[in-house]
């Protein structure tokens, strides 16, 4: 089985969304994945954590999962960094996402960053 691996602190996370967690997350939340995915609130980075662990520790809790969190955080990342990053690489290994889509998926957001920033840049201006 394939992994997106991730060293944090010199250990190896693996990471992997297996389609029968794909449908607990579906009918745990009531959202088809990839719309579920497109939340960026913690709720949502907690779970997504939770069920990519548990492809390689099976016993991987919600818990261990705040704990993984907080660990990624205290290494430099950010929440949008744990989401392209970490998130989204594990879905592309996973089958969920395109490499394509992925890389789609970071210009749209660097775009919309650098349009964001202009329009902030004017109205300083004005």
């Known amino acids: 089985m394939k992994f ?6 010199g250990q190896t996370i693996k990471l992997r969304l297996k389609s029968a967690d794909s449908v607990v997350i579906e009918k745990k939340t009531g959202v088809k994945l990839l719309d579920f995915i497109q939340d960026y609130s913690i709720t949502a ?3 997504m954590l939770t069920y990519l662990r548990r ?6 809790s919600e818990k261990d999962a705040y704990d993984l969190y ?3 955080v205290d290494s430099g990342y950010t929440l949008e960094k744990i989401m392209y990053d970490v998130i989204f690489e594990a879905l ?17 957001k660097e775009e919309a960053k ?3 920033k202009q329009e902030m840049l004017k109205d300083l201006q004005k």
Do not use: C, H, R
Not at 4 to 9: A, M
Not at 55 to 60: G, I, K, L, R, T
């Open 70 to 72: 907080d660990e990624l």
């Open 114 to 116: 650098e349009k964001k």
């Open 92 to 108: 592309v290994v996973s089958g969920f996402l395109a490499k394509e889509q992925l890389e789609e998926m970071k210009v749209a």
């Open 45 to 47: 980075v907690i779970t």
């Open 55 to 60: 492809s390689d520790v099976p016993n991987f």
């Open 4 to 9: 997106y691996e991730l060293d944090l602190n």
